[in-house]
């Protein structure tokens, strides 16, 4: 019922709806993963240097080509991002400590044995859209550094009203010569119960009001959405609306605290 509700008010703002929203046969939205999404976090705002110390920038190299991610360093070690973006890779350049996406502080590579995607990661419904890479060692300072993972007694917050904020590049600029800089949106964590009036939710997935046209994007998929109470990362940019990151429907993050005891598991980090 509430789905016609939106239907109606999407066609009394037709206008500032750009395509139909591709939907399952039940009228859920379909997902497509944000990496394959063009353009970037709309509606953001360009982050100063060292706001975002612990994101990283992802080159992965595969079969099918290159393509771009985020991820975000929860130790010395590791760095974590979407499975849909470690998926068939070979490899990875791993850039620290970037505003400017081409200008890291440093690189490493890393190869396809050090990456650790979940066993039951699924292309077709992105549920257990999360991948750890090991790293060689990375010292912090004031522009690379770690964020916070919720901690235990956090497993069951939902988040629904928090304010969090995520971090991108968004996609490659083909032909582009402007300096890509970070960008950085402010947005609000959305009830699990009004997600669901979209998405065929899977109860590991957290999402965003978008409204305002303030969104993730292409090429920002793996990124941050880190709280603004507490600065915890709850959720790692997974997908979004074939009808494009503007159109209004709610962004969709892999939710970090379902995962917090593989992460525990592989890594040793807990909090
Ligand atoms: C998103 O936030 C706006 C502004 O606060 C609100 O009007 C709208 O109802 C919210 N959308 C959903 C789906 O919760």
């Known amino acids: 019922m509430k789905l016609f509700v939106f239907l109606a008010l999407a066609v009394a703002t037709a206008s500032a709806i750009p395509a139909p929203a591709p939907r399952t046969a039940d009228g859920k939205l379909i997902p497509v993963p944000v990496k394959d999404i063009q353009g970037r976090i709309t509606n953001g705002y360009p982050a100063y240097e060292g706001k975002v110390p612990y994101i990283v920038g992802l080159s992965f190299s595969g079969n099918s080509g290159n393509w771009w991610c985020g991820g975000s360093i929860i130790g010395n070690t590791w760095v974590i991002t979407a499975g849909h973006c470690t998926n068939n890779a070979d490899g990875v350049t791993i850039n620290y400590g970037a505003s ?3 200008q890291p502080q440093y690189t490493h590579w890393v190869g396809s044995g050090d990456m650790i995607q979940h066993h039951h990661y699924n292309s077709g419904n992105l549920h257990n859209d999360i ?6 060692h990375v010292d912090f300072w004031s522009l690379v550094n770690k964020v916070e993972l919720p901690s235990f007694d956090d ?7 928090w304010w969090a904020v995520a ?9 582009c010569s402007l300096p890509d800089w970070l960008q950085s949106v402010d ?3 959305m009830s699990q119960e009004d ?3 979209y998405w065929s939710l899977h109860e590991n997935m957290i999402c965003i009001n978008t409204s305002g046209g303030k969104s993730t994007c292409g ?8 709280t603004h109470d507490g600065n915890r990362l709850v959720g790692l940019t997974s997908y979004g609306s074939g009808a494009g990151c503007e159109a209004g429907y709610p962004a969709v ?9 593989w992460i525990r598991d592989n890594t040793g980090i807990s909090y």
């Open 195 to 197: 997600c669901s009036n």
């Open 131 to 136: 991948s750890l890479i090991r790293t060689p």
């Open 155 to 161: 497993r069951y917050n939902g988040y629904g009203g």
């Open 100 to 102: 400017i996406r081409h």
């Open 167 to 175: 971090s991108g590049w968004g996609s490659t600029c083909t032909g």
């Open 219 to 226: 090429g920002d998929s793996g990124g941050p959405l880190v």
């Open 187 to 189: 947005v609000q964590i």
């Open 253 to 261: 993050f892999t939710r970090v605290t379902g995962y917090l005891e």
